[in-house]
């Protein structure tokens, strides 16, 4: 009896251990079944069966949580589900990819500035790239030449590229008359060659008015914005004409002119006050001056005569009343072939 106890002992033994070591396979299988760690290419597309550790293990692998990007560098957490069994696992996504990028030619006005992204298009990466110049171009200079860039992204890749930019040989400002026609296009490029027309309606344009006029030129196939400088440089044209008075008898300069001529408005004003306390005939400057400040001297002539022609008086019959006052003033008229009474002295004797 007692020996059938201990083999019975021995099979208990023996069953135990085999269900412990069992137990400790199935739990290291479970436990070592998911690789808990990946690290990835940015941008590479990640499944659950790459957490497989087993490739006889045949369970199906998918996710239940999982990030919404991973397309930049980083760590990032998912969940994965493995039969009854949930797993947290970590995503590291590493980017050492440069950029690829191309390059554009680009058009700009002479002594402008271009911002570097406008030389590249199609920028290919995972996390977002900033654009510099490797070397700042030279806006100060007509025609093609090839501009460097840098494309770097977040983690430092970086990619050179190279474009090119065109400046047409013309100028950004064009300065015509005030009340002129519109200058031809031809007139705004700085060299032989350059193909240049208008893309603005010039007809539209008033010519009558002060300022700058945005036009838009097409110049070897490109547009761009200039500015036409419509001034006023032509100073005023005027016709003078000869003026007669007596002396110390000043007269306003609007006297001394026949006509004006100009775009704009004209002030005038003598270059130096007449002598008005001098008889005889002197020449006399009169400066005229439009709204922009162009300026034009004309001469005109001045004749001043002696007034010797006396006053006239003429006196009226006196009634008072014995004893009254009497205002011999009131009796008396007087005139002048030039000076007013005001300006005429009446002394009673």
């Given at each position: ?26 739990a ?93 298009t ?49 100028k ?17 490029r ?29 110049a ?44 704009t ?30 300026k ?54």
């Amino acid at each position: 009896m007692s020996r059938q106890i201990r083999q019975l002992q021995k099979i208990l033994v023996a069953s135990v251990v085999v269900l412990v070591s069992a137990m400790g396979l199935m739990a290291f299988f479970l436990f070592t079944r998911i690789n808990r760690n990946i690290t990835i290419e940015a941008g590479e597309q990640v499944t659950a069966d790459m957490f497989r550790h087993y490739s006889w293990d045949h369970t199906e692998f998918q996710f239940l949580e999982f990030p919404e990007d991973i397309r930049r560098a980083g760590e990032y957490r998912a969940k994965l589900e493995a039969s009854i069994f949930t797993y947290t696992v970590t995503i590291h996504v590493k980017d050492t990819t440069a950029p690829m990028v191309t390059g554009v030619q680009v058009a700009a006005a002479f002594g402008t500035s271009v911002p570097p992204e406008q030389f590249v298009t199609d920028i290919r990466d995972m996390s977002p790239c900033k654009v510099t110049y490797a070397a700042e171009p030279d806006m100060m200079r007509y025609g093609l030449q090839d501009v460097s860039l840098l494309v770097t992204d977040e983690a430092g890749n970086q990619t050179t590229v190279t474009a090119q930019l065109y400046i047409p040989h013309v100028k950004l400002e064009l300065s015509a008359e005030l009340g002129g026609s519109v200058p031809p296009a031809e007139e705004f490029r700085t060299e032989e060659g350059t193909e240049i027309s208008y893309v603005t309606d010039i007809s539209e344009i008033d010519m009558n008015r002060l300022g700058a006029v945005p036009v838009v030129l097409l110049a070897d196939g490109i547009e761009m914005t200039a500015q036409l400088i419509i001034k006023d440089t032509t100073p005023p044209t005027a016709k003078t004409k000869k003026v007669t008075t007596w002396l110390n008898k000043p007269k306003p300069v609007e006297d001394f002119i026949a006509s004006v001529e100009d775009k704009t408005e004209v002030s005038a004003a003598f270059a130096a006050e007449p002598d008005w306390g001098r008889e005889g005939e002197q020449d006399v400057s009169i400066c005229f001056t439009d709204t922009s400040g162009n300026k034009a001297v004309y001469e005109a002539k001045l004749v001043i005569k002696r007034d010797t022609e006396k006053p006239t008086i003429s006196v009226s019959n006196i009634d008072v009343v014995v004893g009254g006052t009497i205002s011999y003033k009131k009796a008396v008229s007087y005139f002048d072939n030039l000076d007013t009474q005001d300006e005429m002295t009446l002394t009673i004797d």
